[in-house]
């Protein structure tokens, strides 16, 4: 394991996080930043594909955030999973009202984690702009009080790309935690189905970093177990960050693929051998977001504030050393098989 700061960082962190925040009044000019900020935000939240896309855009102009381009393709994996609730090898498995149930568990986690992150990396690229920290406004876009000491010890510190990352992970898993996966309608319809347990127990739950290497795209990734549990979530979160930033192959890799193939939600993006957005196609059918889903408009929410035990967040700041870019696409393929063959008995699985 990696450790992310040094006994000087940890020390001035646990203090200001001990502090209660300041409120700052904001100014004329800062009010009309945080209006520009929101506004944004809102626009680009509209679905999946424009969460992805924002993402992506983000951390090309601002290469030093690795956080946004992690989060570009987890995302990807999100509009894939939404996606395969209208695909052929997976849609005979789930009745509509499950199959929207399930769309809405996974675009409001989307959802939710672009709502408290993307305000985050603008107040950043605005800071930049004016060349001062604008940090302090983190609580008026309802940020955790967890953040704002973080941004301000890298905006000093650039070299703590490791350090934002972690404690980005950190708090979106945190945030999606309280704000969605403890609330009980999610928690008995999706979490605690069959329907659910039976994708994970049989490894379905695969993140996929697709990467060109010459004129192949390949597949890396992991597996995903036990979504529910929060540190898990966060443990994944670091290893894919250290899967996707230590590997040059990979970062190199799906950076290019990311560039060269605008994400659209259909599995044809990366594997068009397998997956086709056509329904005539004798291949597996894969919708684009727009052709499968329509729109959801999210209600506003609080935000529940989950920030609370310093010493719980501060044993999760450490990565993983290495981790292997195993080859994915035989696993991918063999998963695509079986789920084939249960889609044929989905009537004693299910009815």
């Known amino acids: 394991m990696v450790n992310l700061w040094t006994p000087s960082d940890e020390n001035q962190l646990k203090k200001e996080w001990t502090i209660s925040p300041v409120n700052h009044l904001p100014s004329l000019k800062d009010q009309a ?3 520009e900020i929101r506004n944004k935000t809102s626009r680009l939240n509209r679905n999946n594909v424009t969460r992805t ?3 992506l855009d983000f951390y090309l102009k601002h290469p030093e955030v690795h956080w946004s381009f992690l989060a570009h393709m987890v995302s990807r994996n999100g509009g ?13 498995l789930l009745s509509y009202e499950k199959a929207s149930i399930l769309f809405r568990f996974l675009e409001k986690a989307n959802h939710l984690i672009f709502q408290d992150a993307y305000p985050q990396l603008l107040l950043y690229e605005e800071s930049k702009k004016t060349g001062r920290p604008l940090f302090y406004l983190l609580s008026e876009l309802l940020v955790s009080p967890f953040m704002n000491p973080i941004w301000s010890l890298f905006w000093k510190n650039k070299s703590k790309k490791e350090l934002l990352t972690v404690s980005l992970i950190i708090n979106e898993q945190n945030f999606i935690e309280a704000n969605l996966l403890q609330n009980p309608f999610f928690q008995q319809k999706v979490l605690s189905s069959l329907t659910y347990q039976l994708q ?3 490894g379905f739950t695969l993140v996929l970093f697709p990467y060109r290497k010459g004129s192949k795209t390949l597949l890396t990734g992991l597996g995903v177990q036990q979504f529910s549990n929060l540190s898990n979530r966060i443990e994944i ?9 230590n590997n040059e192959d990979v970062m190199h890799g799906t950076l290019r693929f990311s560039k060269e193939n605008s994400h659209t939600g259909s599995r044809e993006d990366y594997f068009p051998a397998v997956f086709s957005t056509d329904s005539t196609s004798r291949k597996i059918y894969s919708p684009t977001i727009e052709a499968a889903w329509t729109d959801f408009n999210h209600p506003s929410i609080v935000p529940v504030a989950w920030f609370k035990d310093i010493q719980e967040v501060i044993e999760l700041f450490h990565l993983p050393a290495s981790i292997e870019p195993a080859d994915m696409e035989k696993t991918h393929l063999y998963n695509l098989m079986k789920l084939t063959g249960i889609s044929e008995l989905h009537g004693i699985f299910f009815d």
């Open 33 to 35: 930043l945080l209006t």
């Open 53 to 55: 896309q924002a993402y």
């Open 80 to 92: 894939w999973n939404m996606t395969d609730l209208k695909a052929s090898h997976i849609s005979n």
């Open 200 to 202: 994970e127990k049989l």
């Open 237 to 245: 979160g670091k290893k894919l960050y250290v899967l996707l930033f």
